[in-house]
């Protein structure tokens, strides 16, 4: 058993990270293609560089488990079947029968945040706790709950959507879902951004950031925390206040699963401990004390690889103990 790989893929918008992962989470190789942005090649991609890699390696399909993919938008485990991608037009797509037609390998797959937090609670920040909530804070805010080991996947797919939970409920901004005020629009490096222009367009104050903007007409989240970490003061007002609505939806969210670890991954997690100090700060004020004193509060260890750790830990647990 031991012998065998376990193949993880994690499908994003730019590219696929794959990897070959032994059976205790270790990667023995991974790389990444570019991802066809019309959804018709991908699992004929994917499956040409599975072969292609094997071969440079020196082995045969024997040597492969299973795949583990993750794929953006709701998923029904069960089936395998996407119900909706935003980006690459699929709808009631058939991924896993594709996947296993085209590589001739089992296969599961499963959404990216839910694989993401499996990947760190099997070997990254997560540290073996099974009761976490995991998010990332990317362009847009991605979730994953995890009970009792077990990922939360709702009715039809879409549990664990906690991007999309209201933090402003009357006169938010608009979300990408339909809604206005999801924390989304507040806390994703895009929503950052959104802030930091409002609070820039109705202050006075002097600010290093109105300088980058008026001098390149843009602004990213990263110039919004090295801005905090020079203690200018508008910084320090936007992220206070992306922090506080962040730190509410956790904390509610949190109340309801009552979680060991609280593990925020994704392009923002970046900033370390000048977010990780100030979402404490306000989860202990909404928490439940209790739910407050269980739950660590961390950043993700895994970066671009808790995806395919993920895929691979569903292989090992759903595939190969069938």
Known sequence: MNEQWLVGVDLGGTTIKMAFINYYGEIVEKWEIPTDKTGKEITTDIAKSIDTKLTELGFTKEKLAGIGMGAPGP???????????????????????HL??????????????????????????????????CVTLGTGVGGGLISNGEVIHGVNGAGGEIGHITVVPDGGAPCNCGKTGCIETIASA?????????????????????????????????????????????????????????????????????PEKIVIGGGVSKAGDKLIKKVEHYFKRFAFPRVGDAATITVATLGNDAGVIGGAWLVKTKLLNK
């Open 75 to 97: 998923v029904n485990l069960e089936s395998g079947l996407i119900y909706e991608t935003v980006n690459l037009g699929w709808k009631n797509y058939p991924l896993r029968d």
């Open 100 to 133: 296993e037609l085209e590589t001739g390998l089992q296969a599961i797959i499963d959404n990216d945040a839910n694989i993401a937090a499996l990947g760190e609670m099997w070997k990254g920040a997560g540290d073996g706790a099974k009761d976490l909530i």
């Open 190 to 258: 895009t929503g950052i951004v959104r802030v930091a222009k409002e609070k820039l367009s109705t202050s006075e104050k002097q600010s290093i950031l109105r300088e980058i903007l008026e001098a390149s007409g843009n602004l990213t989240s990263k110039d919004v925390f090295d801005a905090l970490e020079k203690k200018d003061a508008i910084a320090e007002e936007i992220i206070d206040y992306v922090t506080f609505h962040l730190s509410l939806m956790l904390a509610n969210v949190a109340n309801g699963l009552n």
